[in-house]
């Protein structure tokens, strides 16, 4: 600091946990601009002070796995991401992007995009630009967007298959000499824009609007290195894979075993990291051990790949203002159009709340019902006993599974959700993979999946349940989890640390205030869409870039955030 000069910011008493895993220390904060430019004592003034007194200071949380690349054209504050300490995000996940595109296939990855990740068709046409071809040129309408998190965004597999291949790129044919050629040019105009890498999906339950599975599901490993070796050549770039694990394995885990092998050999052949989603099924309840194992045979081969995994269990969504698991009756189809008030009244009709329940029972799904959980009114739970489940409930009242579902719904006029885990099942195995030192904490998708996950509150309830109730983590290793650890992969220099030259993007949290009300149901998308937002408490103040961004949970309507160029 110059002699005299004033800070722009100061945070001061709070417990600075740095985001390096170093033991927490009292110290005050002092910035000025975009960077951090004190720790320690402050002696200067400053123009803005924020009383950290009793608080953590952090910095602020690198979210890694988010779909937003739609939604940050109409929603420059990113919820729910803004509500849980998120000041850095990353696009462009799972080969899914909205670049590079000719100007004729725009509205098939609009469609795309509806399909897999289920953010709404018309939304997307509607609220985006589209004056763009290239991914460079994309980055370029993202740099130029309001915004109040910082932003990096991945070049996709599927668009690169759909602008060099057309049709071609859905099938199992591998591409031509003059294919691999142009995605490759591609991957070079990402990465010479600043892109922070390129994503691919090879999971057969990522389709296209006919059903088929989407470009690059089938790509031949050679497809995959050549493109990764665009990356190598640019010394620069995390290769993101939603990859084929468990899907038609044999009791041997072979096919698991190659794909995790392929990833491997990126990380060997070009210095690069790569980094894949997993999770935990009861169907395969070894898999997740299987591929940890896999990738500790491939760590002592020299290749160290990054599984990422969420805190929870990723689950769809049910309830009387949204989805319910009874759409398929006239009756209840009838409910969707209606406001949640109207769907209530119905409900209270003695006639029509009959139809409703014998529609139900007729048309119940074939789902485990011991495995759809309430989800709760006040606190959101999402560690469940079998007591908690749907058909614990219609037993103790000896009702049926759409009998206890329209009483529920009644009693608590719509507010109770029902939250059905269908990967991540069992909370044991999320605790045996969180404990894994390879794992990358990750898959919030926020921005996707609008209308049946919310999953963007991953970073709340990873330090209230995990950190703070649990204590399987210490709150500074905790906090390396969300900040450091994921920035680090992603090559994002001085984010996610608190340090003398570092970018000022900060968090003051109260961590035994931290709390996350249940989902709510809204509608705020273009076009009037519907999606389920979840708010996060014990946020006092987050800061991007020098600038105070949120205040006590709301909006400051300052958006400092900026483009995140590899």
Request: charged content about 25%; overall charge negative.
């Amino acid at each position: 600091m110059v002699p005299g000069m004033t800070l722009d910011l100061a945070i001061t008493g709070g417990t600075v946990v740095d985001g390096t895993g170093r033991p927490g220390f009292r110290a005050d904060v002092g910035v000025c601009g975009d960077r951090v430019v004190t720790v320690g004592e402050l002696d200067e003034t400053a123009t803005r002070t924020i009383d950290a007194e009793g608080r953590i200071v952090t910095p602020g949380f690198v979210d890694v796995h988010t779909h937003l690349d739609a939604q940050l054209g109409w929603d420059p504050v990113a919820t729910s991401s803004c509500w849980h300490g998120v000041t850095s995000v990353v696009l462009g996940n799972c080969g899914v992007t909205f670049a590079p595109c000719k100007p004729e296939d725009r509205e098939y990855l609009a469609e795309m995009m509806q399909s897999v990740e289920d953010i709404p068709r018309d939304s997307i046409l509607e609220g985006l630009s589209w004056d763009w071809e290239t991914y460079g040129e994309y980055l370029g309408e993202i740099d130029r967007l309001p915004k109040g998190l910082n932003v990096g965004g991945m070049v996709g597999h599927c668009a690169l298959r759909q602008y060099a291949m057309g049709e071609r790129g859905l099938s199992k044919d591998a591409p031509t000499a003059d294919d691999l050629k142009i995605m490759c040019e591609q991957v070079d105009d990402a990465m010479r824009a600043g892109a922070l890498g390129f994503s691919t999906s090879r999971t057969r339950l990522h389709r296209v609007p006919d059903g088929r599975p989407v470009p690059g599901t089938y790509a031949p490993t050679s497809e995959m290195l050549a493109l990764a070796d665009v990356l190598g050549r640019h010394g620069r770039g995390v290769v993101e894979v939603a990859p084929r694990l468990g899907e038609g394995e044999s009791d041997d885990y072979e096919r698991s075993r190659e794909e995790v092998a392929w990833m491997a050999d990126i990380v060997r052949r070009t210095g690069r990291p790569v980094t894949f989603g997993m999770s935990q099924v009861n169907v395969r309840p070894e898999l997740h051990r299987k591929v940890l194992a896999f990738v500790d045979d491939e760590a002592a081969r020299g290749a160290q790949l990054r599984p990422q995994t969420t805190a929870r269990g990723i689950a769809l969504i049910f309830g009387l203002p949204a989805r319910t698991f009874f759409d398929r009756a006239a009756s209840w189809a009838a409910l969707q159009p209606l406001s949640l008030d109207a769907r209530l009244a119905v409900l209270d009709d003695d006639a029509r709340r009959e139809e409703l329940i014998r529609d139900a029972d007729a048309n119940t799904p074939p789902l485990d019902f011991r495995g759809v959980y309430l989800l709760g009114t006040d606190d959101a739970r999402y560690a469940y006993t079998e007591a908690d489940s749907l058909a614990a409930h219609a037993e103790a009242a000896g009702e049926s599974i759409g009998a206890a579902f329209v009483r529920i719904s009644r009693e608590s006029r719509g507010r109770m959700l029902f939250n059905y885990p269908f990967l991540n099942q069992r909370m044991d195995a999320v605790d045996e993979m969180l404990g894994h030192p390879a794992i990358l904490l990750g898959l919030g998708d926020s921005g996707a999946h609008v209308g049946l996950i919310m999953d963007a509150s991953l970073p709340t309830f990873f330090l209230s349940f995990w950190v703070r109730d649990r204590a399987k983590f210490t709150l500074e290793e905790g906090v390396r989890r969300l900040t450091s650890d994921t920035a680090g992969v992603f090559g994002l220099q001085d984010r996610g640390v608190i340090r003398e030259g570092a970018f000022a993007d900060l968090n003051v949290i109260d961590v035994d205030a931290l709390r996350l009300p249940p989902p709510e149901y809204v509608h705020d998308f273009p076009g009037g869409a519907g999606r389920y937002v979840q708010r996060g408490e014990g946020y006092e103040a987050t800061v991007v870039n020098g600038r105070v961004f949120m205040s006590g949970g709301e909006p400051t309507g300052d958006l400092a955030g900026v483009l995140l160029r590899s």
